[in-house]
């Protein structure tokens, strides 16, 4: 069990999300980054699919109750504090051990996003088929909302022989944000489309898991078409443009369908980029094609899986409280192997 | 003609027109039936709306192309009686605390509030779409005479299971939500079960429904029933 010490900002536990549902209105939910994700999952020693804690901005601070190891998908500024009240740093893109009544402390964060993976996964009780919170109906997750003080997390209890760490850590591309246009690509003027590729956006602070508001350019809609469709499927990725002009990047979170006209959706490969986005944070789009979507898919699907597979066990951390505690516990842990 | 129009890498749309018209949706509910008997691998969802028929696949597993063809093949399939189609009758309480918007609508169509619910519950109506929330019903077509403008000020709270209408629609919210229609009763239904992995939403676009009124005591011991689980989902369905 991790009790929650401490949760200034929203940390709400995810996973691949919620797909087959959407026709009933169920949004999609899930890692607003998958592959950090998944790559917090791998250093834990745990499945693709453990569920998992996505925090925004600052980490919230956690007392362990049982042997547990963890895997850190971010770029946080993590402690964990023995419980003789030392701290020790505990490093990035690693898994670490932690022993009964460790305190793990994750701070600030320098990505937008983070992951943090528990050996066995967060073992809240699936909903359709996933464990990811979806706020705005009060599902999933835990209890259906973000991390409180107070919490009580079951988890495990399956413990890894050993931890990992990866060899170097990955990169967020910082190029323009590659875009398919359309679905209404008609709404906007020649005017609009040169603005919404030519200009620089900004992140605003209406910044969330189900979109992102940007300012800057005016993005005019053609005036025999209007400003309002009859709803149609939305996806997250999708952009839309109200009436006031300023799109809307969709994300996981997003409604099922939606009644402002499209004038382009983000790339499956480059979504995950825009969950990291943080207010005030340029944003330009680059117009591709189907082809080139797709092989940009591939090239991250492949560039995921070298990542994992370069990983390396994570060093040993001489570490007595971690073992002392560990073993008199239960003795799941092997002395030799306490990393 | 329906056309084909790409929602980024991961979702197509197969589009029928951009109105609300019956006509329109019964192509798209035929074109999810057609497509949904090709089980083609790859697809995570299949989402249907008035105009439009949206498919969210995994391009890795599933060629653009292939999916392509298969809607625009699909696009012209007749519409059939939907094996998966059915008609369910919905009690609802009007009025008073559970519809306090019901005596503001009769002034404002110039009918009485009782003429109000004869007509709604004469009235079959179709699920054209889920959306807004999990298993929000967006039903059609209302009679014109009581076709209204969406509330000047939307209220911060509409209670779950309130019977709510807006222009041509009337919808049912099945969780408590922000909302800007007029409310004018309330159902002890339960719209969405999360128990119930196979049918997590009641209603299912291409259904049809009756409202019958029915008065607070019985409203009451529904709820209990319903809470109790003592009345499934099959209790609401005609045969």
Not at chain 1, 8 to 20: K, M, Y
Not at chain 1, 268 to 288: E, N, T, V, Y
Not at chain 2, 190 to 204: E, H, I, M, S, Y
Request: net charge negative.
């Amino acid at each position: 069990m991790i009790e929650v010490l401490a949760a200034a900002l929203p940390a709400s536990i995810q996973d691949f999300g919620r797909p087959g549902y959407r026709h009933l209105g169920m949004p999609l939910s899930g890692a607003l980054d998958p592959e950090w994700m998944r790559i917090a999952n791998a250093l834990a020693g745990n499945s693709a699919s453990a569920a998992v804690l996505e925090m925004r901005l600052v980490g919230p601070r956690l007392r362990v109750h049982q042997p547990l190891a963890i895997g850190l998908g971010g770029e946080f500024s993590a402690t964990i504090e023995g419980r003789d009240g030392t701290r020790r740093p505990a490093a990035n893109w690693c898994g670490h051990q932690l022993a009964p009544g460790e305190i793990l402390e994750l701070g600030n964060l320098r990505s937008g996003i983070g992951y943090l993976a528990a050996s066995g996964g967060f073992r809240v009780p699936p909903v359709l088929g996933s464990r990811s919170t979806y706020v705005r109906a009060g599902i999933g997750g835990l209890a259906g909302r973000c991390l409180v003080v107070g919490d009580r997390l079951d988890v495990g209890p399956d413990l890894p022989a050993s931890v990992q760490r990866l060899g170097q850590a990955p990169r967020l591309d910082t190029g323009p944000i590659r875009v398919i246009a359309g679905p209404q690509a008609e709404y906007f003027t020649a005017a609009a489309w040169s603005d919404f590729l030519g200009a620089e956006f900004t992140v605003t602070r209406e910044a969330d898991r189900m979109g992102l508001r940007l300012d800057g350019s005016r993005l005019e809609h053609e005036p025999a078409l209007g400003t309002d469709i009859v709803s149609d499927a939305v996806t997250p990725g999708a952009i839309q443009v109200p009436g006031d002009g300023k799109p809307i990047i969709l994300l996981a979170d997003c409604q099922t369908v939606g009644g402002y006209p499209k004038i382009a959706t983000v790339i499956g490969a480059d979504l995950r980029r825009l969950g990291h986005a943080l207010p005030g944070q340029k944003i330009r789009f680059a117009a591709i094609g189907l082809d080139d979507a797709l092989a940009a898919r591939r090239a991250a699907a492949t560039a995921l899986e070298h990542c994992l597979a370069a990983m390396l066990p994570a060093a040993r951390e001489f570490n007595l409280d971690a073992l002392y505690g560990a073993n008199l516990i239960d003795g799941v842990i092997d002395a030799g192997h306490a990393d | 003609m329906p056309r084909l129009l790409d929602l980024g890498d991961g979702a197509l749309t197969l589009e029928f027109g951009d109105r609300i018209d019956p006509a329109l949706s019964a192509k798209v509910m035929a074109s999810r039936d057609a497509l949904v008997g090709e089980a083609l691998d790859g697809i995570t969802d299949v989402v249907p709306t008035w105009r439009s028929l949206t498919v969210h696949f995994d391009p890795l597993r599933l060629g653009r192309q292939r999916l392509a063809d298969c809607l625009l093949r699909c696009a012209d399939a007749l519409m059939q009686k939907s094996a998966l189609a059915t008609r369910w009758q919905i009690p609802v309480c009007f009025g008073g605390e559970y519809g306090p918007d019901l005596d503001a609508v009769a002034i404002a169509t110039g009918r009485s509030p009782e003429a109000v619910i004869e007509t709604l519950c004469a009235t079959e109506l179709r699920v054209f779409l889920l959306g807004f929330l999990p298993g929000f019903p967006y039903l059609g077509e209302l009679p014109e005479w009581l076709h209204l403008p969406r509330r000047a000020t939307p209220r911060g709270v509409v209670p779950a299971n309130s019977l709510a209408i807006a222009g041509a629609q009337a919808a049912i919210y099945p969780w408590a939500s922000p909302g800007g229609w007029h409310l004018l009763g309330r159902t002890p239904v339960r719209l969405f079960d999360l128990a119930d992995t196979g049918r997590p939403a009641l209603l299912a676009p291409g259904d049809n429904l009756r409202f019958t009124s029915i008065k607070a005591d019985s409203y009451r011991q529904f709820q209990v029933a319903v809470a109790a689980g003592e009345l499934d989902a099959s209790h609401w369905r005609l045969p």
